[in-house]
């Protein structure tokens, strides 16, 4: 812990004065504006402005200018595309020869525990915004990363109508992302897209019972500055298993409801999110080739989650939380989201602090969990403790560490997360990233 303390001061030190700029990604092109605009500290997290631009269905325009026509045509005239490009370093200290092997490389030299480079490990085209007056989109086109993960990795297509004060949105979407991608606002970790910092697993409840699932549905959701709800029918699978399904056998169903006023400078956020009914068919995607029996599967999880974004003494401060429990088996039928008997469940918290505001923040993470499984007559127990830093050499460009330290009876003799058992990977985690739009 020490050693990467001090490495990770080091880090921001060699970049305590580099300057800060305007980014240019395919939203900053549409409106003209900045980043910053939208984003609160960073990307994912939105500001009052970028959640109404969000739930306005990515149509709102700038200066530039559009081709109109006959039947709604309304388009910009260019269309707005960005590239994304992360590269990592990634370390585990789990038992050394447990990663995949390929011809003349062994297993050792590939594994994270060993520390692992991915240049990239995610490298993104995005084709992004106004499609008409009130329809966008938001294709995200992975090139490079996991092997076999190139195409289309999330894809969404907002239909979105003005009612009163309120705007109604029908969203069909696909994607690794889980089904909160649909439409959410929170950056409590509900969806991957929506996480404040790499490791998830540090604070996010929905990360921890397992919501991040490949999905396909159709998000169905009434905002406005104060509230929104959403409700979801969902497959799991994206785009290419989906096709496969038995609508009559598959019935996923995922709502949101969320209340977000303005208290004293402060952005707040109260939601609650649950999942139910059963959102696989007869094909395994956790498993796959094998059968699953559709009546013995369930969705069962339900998450209560918080954020606050304000200031303190000038700094910039986000505040995420969150508590959820996904019930254990009963009389045989397993839930997506636990495998165990007992009750997994979780509480997770970070601070995001922006010590320079816009350039330096830094982040602290808890998270105490039960597993689900019997250890010694009692609920396992999963905790973590996060520290980051993020440092914007400019605003579209971006450098994170984030180390995770884990604990509790998952990682002790004979707990299924044992650092000494072939196959794992440890009890911590170290993330290095850069990550660049344009």
Not at 80 to 109: I, Q
Not at 112 to 136: H, M
Request: proline share 4%; hydrophobic share 40%.
């Amino acid at each position: 812990m020490k050693k990467v303390a001090l490495s990770l001061a080091g880090v921001l030190a060699a970049v305590a004065f580099a300057p800060e700029a305007s980014a240019v990604p395919a939203f900053a092109r549409q409106t003209g504006m900045a980043c910053s605009a939208c984003h609160f500290q960073s990307f994912p997290i939105l500001t009052s402005f970028g959640k109404s631009f969000k739930m306005s269905g990515f149509t709102m325009m700038g200066a530039q200018g559009k081709v109109e026509g006959e039947q709604g045509l309304s388009i910009p005239e260019t269309l707005n595309m960005a590239v994304v490009a992360k590269l990592r370093y990634k370390r585990t200290n789990g038992t050394e020869g447990t990663g995949p092997t390929s011809p003349g490389v062994s297993a050792a030299h590939i594994s994270t525990n060993s520390g692992r480079f991915d240049f990239p490990d995610e490298f993104a085209l995005f084709a992004a915004g106004r499609v008409s007056e009130n329809i966008g989109a938001l294709v995200e086109i992975s090139i490079a990363g996991e092997p076999g993960n190139a195409g289309i990795a999330n894809f969404k297509f907002p239909f979105v109508f003005d009612a009163g004060n309120m705007k109604l949105g029908v969203v069909p979407f696909s994607g690794d992302a889980g089904v909160a991608y649909g439409f959410d606002l929170f950056a409590t970790g509900s969806n991957t897209t929506g996480r404040v910092i790499e490791n998830a697993e540090g604070y996010s409840t929905a990360k921890y019972l397992g919501t991040f699932t490949p999905v396909t549905g159709i998000a169905l959701y009434a905002a406005n500055d104060d509230f929104h709800v959403n409700f979801t029918p969902w497959a799991q699978g994206d785009q290419t298993t989906a096709a496969g399904y038995n609508a009559s056998k598959v019935s996923g169903r995922y709502i949101r409801a969320a209340w977000t006023p303005s208290m004293a400078g402060w952005d707040i956020g109260v939601g609650l999110q649950n999942w139910s009914g059963n959102s696989l068919d007869g094909v395994g995607i956790d498993k796959p080739g094998t059968s699953i029996d559709p009546a013995a599967h369930r969705d069962s999880a339900t998450i209560i989650d918080a954020q606050a974004q304000g200031a303190v003494a000038d700094m910039p401060l986000g505040i995420y939380g969150s508590f959820g429990r996904a019930n254990g088996q009963t009389s045989g039928a397993e839930n997506s989201f636990n495998g165990g008997t007992e009750t997994r469940s979780a509480f997770g918290l970070l601070a995001d602090l922006g010590v320079i505001p816009e350039t330096l923040g830094v982040q602290f993470g808890i998270l105490r969990g039960k597993t689900g499984t019997l250890l010694a007559g009692s609920n396992e127990t999963d905790n973590a403790i996060t520290l980051g830093a993020r440092y914007k050499f400019r605003q579209n460009v971006n450098m994170g560490v984030a180390y995770t330290k884990f604990s509790g009876d998952a990682y002790g003799a004979g707990g299924s997360k044992d650092a000494s058992v072939a196959g794992n990977t440890g009890d911590s985690l170290l993330n290095v990233t850069l990550i660049t739009s344009f």
